[in-house]
């Protein structure tokens, strides 16, 4: 660790907003807590006082100022920082600080950038550099040419071949971003995007193949970790923070993964990130051909994610390797146990849902693409992918239950809103699912991965099987369970009930399914359910308790009262 660093100026992430969001505060406050452990005074800018990094006593001393480069030279005048944090209050922070570098403000008053240097930044977000960088290790990127006209805009998408698509560099979010089809689109795409950006980049689009994600960690002696990689459920065509992300990767073979896994190292090392950084891929389902399609040498919102999924303090670690540590020389600050530089290892799923609230925006567009529009997420956490992603769906606030046994929703056109994705698209694969559409069917239609879709239809088929028992619902109005019991003990509704239960379905779900909603309120045909449960016993295994009891001791009532 470096000696010197006595004071730190750490950039927040400013005021909350569509593309750029909570999950800045999560890193920002992380990396303050890593250095107030180090006994550094803390200083930090953030305008936004609705977040926990402004809270008493997370840093020593906050500027509710603008993450803007003048009001920022100002606060490094006055405090005299020895260091500053830029990867930890997302694209805004990062923006600012290479404007800080570029004016040679940082240089003036003698402050250091610790962690990843700025010229790696600059190299990962000027697309033109980036592409040339990466040339220079015979890693793959996406063919491309950056532009900073209109003019050449037009030039580069016709030596490109439609269809293309138009990236705004150093912009949060995708903002600018578009698929264009043709020139009419590009010219009103290219008008958006350089209202966002000095520079556009004009991408061949690779639309239909497979989003990966790795997050790569690396200190400054070069040993590198990757911590958790992720897929996208859609394909690649929409923002990672529009689509549904499942951890770890499903679909992959052992050898894309461990492809993938290499590439992100190797690019990692040769840009010379010290600390976190995000690596995204455009994969070829037909073969193991790739494309890198960014790095994002920051924090990101797939960190955080990450994070959580795996219990592995991204930020928190990749702060202490801003100050000089090594990963060997840091414990994991989550499990107290293993080293920093162990990589987590899931015996699970972890399921992320975008929430949206697009029906307060008069006029804006349901559809979904390059450029986000969610305003938040979920994580759900299951053993199988259909149990996490149906925790995940009644999570996020839209009054649904689950994949299935929700309440009709009026689409005109299926086929147009399978291939159109929007923000009810996972809702649309459902009653699709549901009125005979073949999973190869909607497959061609979305270009969603064959196994995620074969893991829907089996929730779709279980839904199925419990609807063939709905004589129960209308036996409950009328017997007592004494006498129900000899009834719904068959050892055919039991099993079908307890893989119900593995795969996601509510007590709820399970009871409208029976058709309970007809003879009873949604409270009571619930309780009814969980009552027969307990009464078939089935509940999660003791040892399943007893060893979450065990990791987690302090929550020990908790766990035996949750999962009874």
Not at 85 to 99: K, M, P, R
Not at 256 to 276: P, S, W
Request: net charge negative; hydrophobic share 40%.
């Amino acid at each position: 660790m470096e000696k010197n660093i006595k004071k730190v100026l750490l950039l927040g992430s400013g005021a909350l907003k569509i593309g750029q969001a909570g999950e800045f505060d999560y890193s920002g406050s992380q990396a303050l807590k890593a250095l107030k452990e180090e006994g550094i005074e803390t200083v930090l800018i953030n305008p936004n006082i609705a977040t926990v990094q402004t809270s008493k006593g997370v840093a020593d001393t906050v500027y509710f100022q603008p993450v803007q480069a003048d009001f920022v030279e100002r606060i490094i005048a006055k405090e005299h920082p020895d260091g500053i944090l830029l990867s930890f209050g997302g694209q805004t922070a990062l923006n600012c600080g290479v404007e800080l570098y570029e004016k040679g403000i940082l240089e003036k008053y003698g402050v250091k950038v610790l962690g990843t240097p700025v010229q790696a930044i600059i190299d990962t977000e000027d697309r033109d550099l980036f592409v040339k960088r990466l040339d220079e290790i015979d890693v793959k990127t996406i063919k491309s040419e950056a532009c900073s006209t209109v003019e050449e805009v037009r030039h580069a998408a016709h030596e490109l071949g439609f269809p293309v698509i138009l990236r705004a560099a150093y912009a949060l979010g995708g903002l600018g971003s578009g698929f264009c089809n043709n020139e009419k689109e590009l010219l009103t795409q290219a008008e958006e995007a350089f209202s966002f950006s000095p520079q556009v980049l004009v991408e061949k689009s690779l639309k239909g193949w497979k989003e990966i994600e790795y997050e790569v960690v690396r200190d400054c002696y070069d040993n590198c970790i990757t911590v958790c990689n992720m897929e996208n459920f859609d394909p690649l065509g929409i923002h990672t923070g529009e689509s549904i992300v499942v951890a770890p990767s499903q679909t992959l073979t052992n050898s894309e993964y461990h492809k993938l896994r290499a590439l992100a190292i190797k690019i990692i090392r040769h840009i010379g990130i010290v600390g976190e950084c995000n690596v995204q891929y455009a994969l070829d389902p037909q073969s193991e051909d790739y494309r890198v399609i960014e790095v994002n040498a920051r924090l990101s919102r797939s960190s955080a994610l990450a994070s959580k999924a795996t219990g592995y303090p991204l930020a928190f670690v990749a702060a202490k390797l801003g100050l000089g540590y090594g990963l060997f020389e840091l414990k994991n600050s989550v499990t107290k146990t293993t080293s920093a530089f162990f990589e987590p290892a899931l015996d699970y799923v972890v399921c992320k849902i975008p929430r949206w609230d697009l029906t307060k925006f008069r006029g804006v567009k349901r559809e979904l693409g390059s450029s986000m529009k969610s305003v938040g997420e979920v994580m759900a956490i299951g053993r199988t992918f259909e149990e996490a992603l149906q925790k995940g769906l009644r999570m996020i606030g839209q009054g649904m239950h689950g994949f299935v046994e929700n309440h009709e929703i009026k689409i005109n056109d299926i086929p147009k809103e399978l291939n159109q994705p929007t923000d009810m698209r996972i809702f649309v694969v459902s009653k699709a699912l549901k009125i005979g559409y073949t999973v190869e069917q909607i497959h061609e239609l979305t270009k969603i991965d064959r196994w995620f879709l074969h893991k829907l239809k089996h929730i779709v088929d279980i839904d199925s099987q419990l609807k063939q028992y709905a004589q129960f619902s209308e036996m409950a109005a009328f017997m007592d369970n004494m006498e129900l019991l000899e009834y719904i003990e068959a050892p055919e509704f039991v099993n079908l009930l307890r893989e119900a239960k593995k795969y996601g379905f509510s007590d709820f779900q399970i009871a409208r399914a029976l058709g309970f909603e007809s003879n009873f309120s949604m409270e009571e045909a619930g309780l009814i359910i969980r009552k027969w449960r307990k009464e078939l016993g089935v509940l999660p295994t003791v040892n399943q308790i007893d060893t979450l009891a065990a990791e987690y001791p302090a929550q020990t009532n908790y766990l035996y009262l949750s999962y009874l």
